[in-house]
């Protein structure tokens, strides 16, 4: 083991030897070229280290750049689907809008028409319908279609025992297809004719239904069954003070048969004349009376009784052709919406003659007892009017303005 440092030592004196003769200089420029060196080797590993760390971040930012990049590139196509979807939205709150316009007339086929554009507009359904609930019939007649060509695939007339919209009209809940899953009975029931179904109540009554038949399957959401229900919210008041046109009025095809009065051994025929034709005999009066500079009236009277409903109507065919008697032939009796109500059309050359034609009517109906079915009545009547005095020669006001006093009548008569 002590070999080779026996040779090393032997060694070292030559090679002090050969050190010493070299120059001082020149050995003092090795040193510091020595370390020099070393130290410009440490630097440049330092440099490189740096670089590397350097070109390591370079990458990591040009990763986080085409990030950033890729997400600014989705939020603007982002921003750009929802400015669509808020212009379509606008588009579509202004069509709406105007249907909604369209609610406020009297004509009842305008409302329909108006309803059923509603419901496309806040759905996307391709297919709908409204049915019009009767509860002496418990049956539910079609009323309006859209579009018409599938009139023939909604049935006419529904029971209300046996079919989903009377499935709703006896829950009085709204109804949608995802409801099989819950109850797999109504699968028993349903004609494959009805995906969305919302009840339409009028002064907490069911008038009817509102029906999707066909809808988009990107559009059948929770959204399209609230809006559905929104459509018929908004189309109830209308639904109820529309007027049919004459001759296309359902409500003129129901048992009671409100053309006719039983009397004697045969029919009589009535001279109250159906709600149908009221909204275009009014116009035509109202034409009439603004050419002669005639004043003309709308009395609305609300007979208060515990009778039923059929009993109702006997009652007002009665007290109605007492009326037309006492009015004369300046004056038109109609049924009204509900079944103790009538609507009175008077023609007067003066405001005080329909002042006086209101108080002579008050006093027909309190002064006396009415027989209906062997059973003495009597009603309390509630009256609303408006003249061409209050709100010029319109149908359309002289309705509202009725129906405002109407109102406010029956409300004193609840406080009293």
Not at 15 to 20: K, P, Q, T, V
Not at 225 to 239: I, M, N, R, T
Not at 270 to 284: A, G, R
Request: with cysteine; net charge negative; charged share 20%.
């Amino acid at each position: 083991m002590l070999g080779p440092l026996v040779v090393v030592w032997l060694d070292l004196p030559a090679s002090i030897r050969a050190l010493e003769l070299i120059p001082v200089g020149a050995r003092y420029a090795a040193v510091v070229l020595s370390v020099s060196s070393a130290v410009v080797l440490s630097r440049i590993r330092r440099l490189q280290s740096e670089l590397e760390r350097t070109q390591q971040k370079s990458r990591q930012l040009e990763g986080e750049v085409d990030s950033v990049r890729h997400e600014a590139q989705a939020l603007t196509l982002s921003l750009r689907t929802v400015n669509n979807r808020i212009a379509t939205e606008l588009s579509s709150i202004t069509i709406m809008y105007e249907q909604m316009q369209r609610l406020q007339s009297l004509d009842q086929r305008e409302v329909l028409d108006a309803t059923l554009a509603g419901v496309r507009l806040i759905t996307g359904a391709t297919s709908c319908v409204i049915y019009r609930f009767h509860e002496q019939s418990l049956k539910l007649r079609r009323l309006a279609v859209w579009p018409a060509r599938d009139e023939s695939w909604y049935s006419e007339s529904l029971t209300v025992a046996s079919t989903i919209p009377g499935h709703v009209i006896r829950t009085g809940r709204p109804f949608s297809i995802r409801e099989f899953v819950d109850q797999p009975e109504l699968r028993s029931i349903d004609d494959q004719r009805t995906i969305i179904c919302t009840p339409i109540v009028v002064r907490n009554q069911i008038w009817g239904v509102l029906s999707i038949g066909r809808l988009p399957f990107i559009r059948y959401n929770e959204y399209a069954e609230k809006g559905l229900q929104v459509v018929a919210a908004l189309a109830a008041p209308a639904l109820e003070h529309a007027m049919p046109s004459a001759g296309g009025n359902q409500r003129a095809a129901e048992p009671d048969d409100r053309m006719r009065m039983a009397g004697g051994e045969g029919e009589i025929e009535s001279p109250v004349l159906p709600y149908e034709q009221l909204h275009t005999t009014l116009e035509e009066q109202t034409r009439v009376a603004e050419q002669l500079r005639y004043h003309i009236a709308l009395i609305l009277i609300e007979l208060q009784t515990h009778l039923p409903e059929d009993e109702s109507v006997i009652l007002c065919e009665t007290v109605g052709a007492a009326i037309a008697h006492t009015a004369g032939t300046s004056s038109s009796i109609f049924f009204y919406q509900q079944a103790g109500q009538l609507a009175l059309v008077a023609l007067g050359t003066s405001y005080d003659a329909t002042g006086y034609l209101l108080l002579r009517v008050t006093e027909l109906i309190g002064g006396r007892a009415w027989m209906v079915a062997e059973e003495m009545v009597l009603p309390q009547a509630v009256v609303g009017f408006g003249t061409s005095t209050q709100c010029g020669y319109d149908a359309t006001k002289l309705i509202r303005r009725a129906e405002q006093v109407l109102a406010l009548q029956q409300e004193m008569e609840l406080d009293l």
